[in-house]
Antibody, heavy 123, light 110 residues
């Protein structure tokens, strides 16, 4: 069974750094692209960026470029999302999700989602 | 502002059918497959429809999807109170090289 298991909730202060994780089980981690999706309280889904764990090549939404870093550790089948300096506006639930496929020009749907990591940034 | 446009809310009586629209453009819906996700409040999004009209294993045939040009539609028949949720459409935007989501539609079953 495919599973994405995310790290637990975090409470941070503005300016602090953070790295959250998404560990994959039940499939070949290096064969499927993973995206990160933000959901602010009471709001919709926002795509942040994507990584191919096979070569750790990451691409970002313009809205998040320079704000976060997406990475992956092949040996432990884990994708990461990190911030160097959090802001209150980063308060949200963050989901990792696996794409069904990605080709040369597009990517398919998300067939498996992590349970979400709630990040709260408050002074 | 979402790349894809959905109505903020829809409602219908239990047992009836409802449709949710998703409007985009030539670089997203017009060129790529559409998927739909259901998010019951407080839970993780779940894939309902992929590749415009296909249902993953375990999704009942009360849920259907279609696409025409730059718009897509999710249909839910035989509405149940358990269908109350937020529904999101999604696709790839070839101009942005990015995933595009609709703003979400809240379904209320009366």
């Amino acid at each position: 069974e495919v599973q994405l298991v995310q790290s637990g909730a975090e409470v941070k202060k503005p300016g602090e750094s953070l790295k959250i994780s998404c560990q994959a089980f039940g499939y070949s981690f290096t064969s499927f692209y993973i995206s990160w999706v933000r959901q602010r309280p009471g709001k919709g889904l926002e795509w942040m960026g994507i990584i191919y764990p096979g070569d750790s090549n990451a691409t970002y939404s313009p809205s998040f470029q320079g704000q976060v870093t997406i990475s992956a550790g092949k040996s432990i089948s884990t994708a990461y999302l990190q911030w160097s300096s959090l802001k209150a506006s980063d308060t949200a639930i963050y989901y990792c999700a696996r794409h069904t496929y990605c080709g040369p020009s597009n990517c398919g749907s998300f067939d498996s989602w992590g349970q979400g990591t709630l990040v709260t940034v408050s002074s | 502002q979402s790349v894809l446009t959905q109505p903020p809310s829809v409602s219908a009586a239990a047992g009836q059918k409802v449709t949710i629209s998703c409007s985009g453009g030539s670089s997203n819906i017009g060129k790529n497959y559409v998927s739909w996700y259901q998010q019951v409040p407080g839970t993780t999004p779940k894939l309902l429809i992929y590749d415009n009209d296909k249902r993953p294993s375990g999704i009942p045939d009360r849920f259907s999807g279609s696409k025409s040009g730059t718009s897509a539609t999710l249909g839910i028949s035989g509405l149940q109170t358990g269908d109350e949720a937020d529904y999101y459409c999604g696709t790839w935007d070839s101009s942005l090289s990015a995933v595009a989501f609709g703003g979400g539609t809240k379904l209320t079953v009366l």
